[in-house]
């Protein structure tokens, strides 16, 4: 009878000590720019992507219309173009491609802002094919090794172009269920919250799927920002978080994302049936 005296008490003092406050809180940021910028040394048209930050979760991001971007080394300068209109998305000319040994500048201009950032690039390197397996409890077949995320190479991000819509009885389906792209990354750091992070959702997939991998190679800057990037999401809700902080950046004047200049590995690969005693279950 005592204790359940002394808690009851306890609570009446813990909720005499509640004093009601009232915080000046902002409803919405101010908006910054971000910048979504990757360019490789494939002969390609390629973009630069700006959109603007949003002020509720789950907002889909407005582009950033009306800007004039410029993408330059020592030798050249190149005047990228909005395309399509009020898209957000600028692009280069269709002959450009970035060259080893140049340093690159990204120079974006709206409403009398400038932002500005400075990339190189690393050699790229050729890579193993990536392995699959079969799931025995629906017959199709999903990614089992892409890489080792942990190397003391160089970092690299693997990307990984799916596409099975040419197999029988998938072709009239449409795109968004024949086609995937799955992101991995090979960094030099090693991570309590990525070794603990939460379960990615798996993309299965028929015999016969054509695979493109393509590794783009990372300098140490691009790798950090990636890391930092990875903490805050995909590998935060595990069983380590961290304490959530803004991720850095190579942009100036408080602009958000990074400018990086990659080279580019590719292979491609087809989907073969395993043997029966290589079918296993997740």
């Known amino acids: 009878m005592r204790r359940v005296v002394f808690i009851t008490g306890l609570l009446f003092l813990l909720q ?8 000046p809180v902002r409803e919405t940021a101010p908006g910054k720019i971000i910048v979504d910028a990757i360019i490789t040394d494939e002969v390609k048209a390629q973009r630069v992507t700006l959109t603007s930050t949003v002020g509720q979760l789950n907002q889909a991001a407005p ?9 330059s080394n020592e030798d050249s300068t190149w005047s990228l173009t909005e395309n399509p209109a009020n898209s957000g998305i600028y692009q280069t000319v269709p002959s450009f491609f970035a060259r080893p040994g140049k340093n690159y500048t990204l120079l974006i201009s709206h409403n009398s802002n400038i932002y500005s950032a400075k990339a190189t ?14 799931d025995q409890k629906n017959n199709l077949y999903y990614v089992d090794w892409v ?10 991000m693997w990307e990984l172009l799916i596409d099975w819509s040419a197999v029988a009885g998938y072709g009239q389906m449409d795109s968004l269920s024949t086609h995937a792209r799955m992101l991995f ?37 691009h790798a950090e920002f990636i890391r930092e990037l ?35 590995n590719q292979l491609s690969l087809t989907v073969s049936p395993l043997p029966v005693f290589m079918k296993k279950s997740k």
């Open 16 to 23: 005499g000590c509640v004093k009601q406050t009232t915080w």
């Open 63 to 71: 582009p950033v219309t009306g800007a004039s971007v410029i993408i």
């Open 121 to 134: 690039m690393i050699p790229g390197t050729f890579f193993p094919e990536l392995k699959y397996s079969i």
């Open 147 to 156: 890489a080792n995320a942990f190397g003391t190479a160089d970092a690299a």
């Open 185 to 221: 990354y090979t960094l030099p750091t090693l991570d309590v919250s990525e070794v603990f992070a939460p379960q990615l959702e798996s993309v299965y997939f028929p015999a016969g799927t054509v695979i493109t991998e393509r590794r783009y190679s990372l300098t140490p800057a």
């Open 230 to 264: 990875l903490l805050e999401t995909n590998w935060t809700g595990g069983l380590f978080n961290v304490a959530a902080a803004n991720v850095s950046t190579n942009l100036s004047n408080g602009a958000l994302g990074f400018f990086g200049v990659c080279t580019v």
